[in-house]
């Protein structure tokens, strides 16, 4: 009987690699360091490729550029391929063997596709492949990118205790910004969670349950084991008790920062504390990631705070560097409150997990129906978007940046309304964060910048003196690839100048993958786009790190301002001394947002900040009001 393969979890994380090189005489070794690792089941595709790509083309994937000859096809649906170096085993490609081609692959039953004509095609069979990003420190070039793939594609049958590599299996690889990433075709994975429906009783009971209920990196209970768990409490009539949900806190940075086994450990940890709390947790999985889900007694919402607050205490540090804090996201629901199945106790979890924004605090959020209203109300404005993007609902404002010296306007930021159904005006607290749960929010930014675009270039066919005008990108927006690319096109449609373009990007938002922010700032500033960073202060980034990044503006986050003129403002003081010294000494613009009256103003001079942006000055107005009140011909 022929055996299925059902995959139930593509995620696993492997050992480190190192790759040698050896020469005649003397021996190199060819740093590279592993960013992440997974694993990935792909389906039947379809390979369309330039069997000998010319140096251009090379040069093109080395660089993180799609060749034009793909540009049409790349990511056509999602972000499931990339243009690549192909490593063709003799089994697909007999011609190709031993050699490399480039080409892009797309899903063989995609029938929405305008595929590529008139180049070579073969059929990639499903296979199991181990992903790894590695970060390089240098400037990749084609021989280095051939050799790499040439050792990965010649490796002999290696063996871990978790995969093994075939001989002749296909080996592609891809340049991403400053990471290069591989893909090793496997044989398997022995502590996968792949399920072999049609001869099951070749394996053990125990074998079995292992598969089915328990995860590999922490063995321990997985979402199925929870969700049974709760179909059974359900089908038993069993109310009596709460439903918690919570991950991570930006999880991503202990593995970037440490390396993937302490951020297994810290998931391990999880586990452990979770089992050494069984006097309340009735039953705990790890879902996926870094999320986990509990099942707890039922008690007093104060008291479950206590107890869930003591839980993560408990594990808020890593043992490899206690100075290092881990903070947590949690949602809680109690089943008494007439929930009705497990989904809707585990999706109520999570809408109460999902509405923590708060950054170094660990939140812990009980459900509520407002939630759930605000959920509904979420889907309903996505779900609006178009329309309103059709029918003109959304319109810009601008707040004016002033010159402390001789309070003249020097700039302005665009910030976006909703006149919704033209009938009622909603600020960007209502829609903005619905919009950041997926992609949509990337079309609100797009058309913010064309309006600010359009208005640009009308204000220079009217002959008034143009200021650089800031618009802000999403977290979403800068995880797109091709953002340079992509921001350049809107703008150029409009024939207006990159340099009266500031982008402004969030502490946060940088602080997610530093290297890829960093590249992304880059790009930007020479596309001769200028670039800024909002809200400093609020998140991570250190003084060191602004050493790094290409910014133009720093901007001062309002807390800071708030605080300068009160009873404790010493500590506040020395602190907007130093940002605004060393923004100075690093050549770098300082704005101070949010100062509110004519003290605060007079102590931002003192301290040599020449940009304010703020109430004092004037509120977002309309487009056609900052015209009136600010522009001059000339």
């Not at 069997?51 to 000859?69: A, W, Y």
């Not at 959920?375 to 609006?384: E, P, Q, T």
């Not at 720093?554 to 800071?560: A, Y």
Request: proline share 3%; with cysteine; hydrophobic share 35%.
């Amino acid at each position: 009987m022929k055996t299925r393969k059902s995959w139930k979890n593509s995620e696993k994380s492997v050992t480190i690699i190192k790759i040698e090189r050896q020469y005649q005489g003397e021996r190199s070794v060819l740093m590279i360091r592993v960013t992440s690792t997974t694993v990935l089941h792909r389906p039947e595709r379809i390979l369309f490729y330039i069997p000998e790509p010319d140096e251009e083309v090379k040069k093109s994937i080395t660089d993180g550029v799609c060749p034009k000859v793909f540009a049409n096809y790349q990511r056509a649906f999602g972000t499931y391929d990339d243009v690549g170096m192909f490593y063709l085993p003799a089994k697909l490609c007999p011609e190709a063997a031993s050699r490399y081609v480039v080409g892009i692959a797309y899903r063989k039953d995609d029938v929405t596709l305008d595929l590529p004509d008139g180049l070579p095609s073969l059929i990639l069979p499903e296979a199991d492949f181990l992903v790894q990003d590695i970060a390089y420190e240098y400037q990749l070039n084609d021989e280095m990118l051939d050799e790499i793939i040439l050792y990965a594609a010649k490796r002999k049958n290696e063996n871990s205790d978790r995969i093994k590599f075939l001989e002749d299996g296909l080996v592609v690889a891809f340049s991403i910004k400053e990471k290069l990433r591989i893909m090793h075709e496997v044989e398997k994975l022995s502590h996968s969670n792949i399920f072999l429906s049609d001869n099951y009783e070749e394996h053990s009971k125990e074998e079995l349950f292992v598969r089915a209920y328990k995860e590999p990196i922490t063995n321990y209970y997985n979402w199925t084991w929870m969700w049974e768990r709760l179909a059974m409490y359900y089908e038993e009539g069993i109310t009596d008790y709460g439903f918690v949900h919570f991950d991570i806190k930006d999880f991503k940075m202990v593995n970037e920062l440490y390396n993937h086994e302490v951020g297994n450990e810290v998931l391990r940890r999880v586990t452990r504390n979770i089992e050494a709390n069984k006097d309340w947790i009735y039953s705990g999985a790890r879902c996926d990631n870094d999320n986990f889900a509990l099942m707890i007694k039922d008690m007093p919402e104060e008291e479950t705070r206590e107890k869930l607050q003591k839980f993560f205490d408990n594990i808020s540090s890593l043992e490899e560097d206690p100075s290092y804090r881990l903070y947590y996201r949690c949602g809680v629901v109690c089943m008494r409150n007439a929930m009705k199945t497990g989904d809707t106790v585990a999706d109520c979890a999570k809408l109460a997990q999902y509405s923590g924004t708060r950054i170094n605090v660990t939140e812990i959020n009980f459900y509520t129906d407002e939630m759930h209203e605000n959920f509904l109300w979420g889907k309903y404005l996505k779900a609006y978007l178009d329309t309103a993007i059709r029918d003109n609902e959304f319109v810009v404002y601008l707040q004016p940046k002033m010159n402390t010296g001789d309070e003249s306007v020097c700039g302005a930021e665009a910030l976006v309304r909703w006149n919704y159904k033209h009938k009622e005006l909603m600020m960007p607290f209502r829609f903005i964060s619905h919009f950041e749960a997926d992609d949509s929010i990337i079309k609100v930014d797009d058309l913010v910048l064309g309006k600010v675009c359009e208005k640009l270039k009308e204000w220079e066919s009217l002959g008034y003196r143009l200021y650089p005008i800031s618009v802000n990108l999403s977290r979403k927006h800068l995880e797109q690839p091709n953002l340079a690319r992509h921001l350049s096109d809107i703008v150029d449609s409009y024939e207006v100048s990159h340099s009266l373009i500031e982008f402004e990007l969030t502490e946060s938002a940088t602080y997610d993958n530093q290297i890829d922010m960093i590249a992304v700032m880059k790009e930007l500033r020479e596309c001769g786009f200028l670039v800024s960073m909002d809200d400093f202060g609020t998140g991570y980034s250190s003084f060191g790190l602004l050493r790094e990044m290409p910014l133009d503006t720093l901007k001062i986050d309002k807390s800071f301002i708030d605080l300068i003129t009160g009873q404790d403002a010493r500590k506040s003081l020395i602190i907007l001394r130093h940002i605004i010294s060393m923004a100075r000494d690093l050549g770098i613009n300082c704005i101070a947002e949010g100062a509110e009256d004519y003290n605060q103003i007079l102590v931002l001079k003192e301290l040599g900040c020449e940009t304010v942006q703020g109430y004092y000055y004037s509120k977002p107005i309309p487009m056609e009001f900052f015209e009136g009140k600010y522009l001059r011909r000339g």
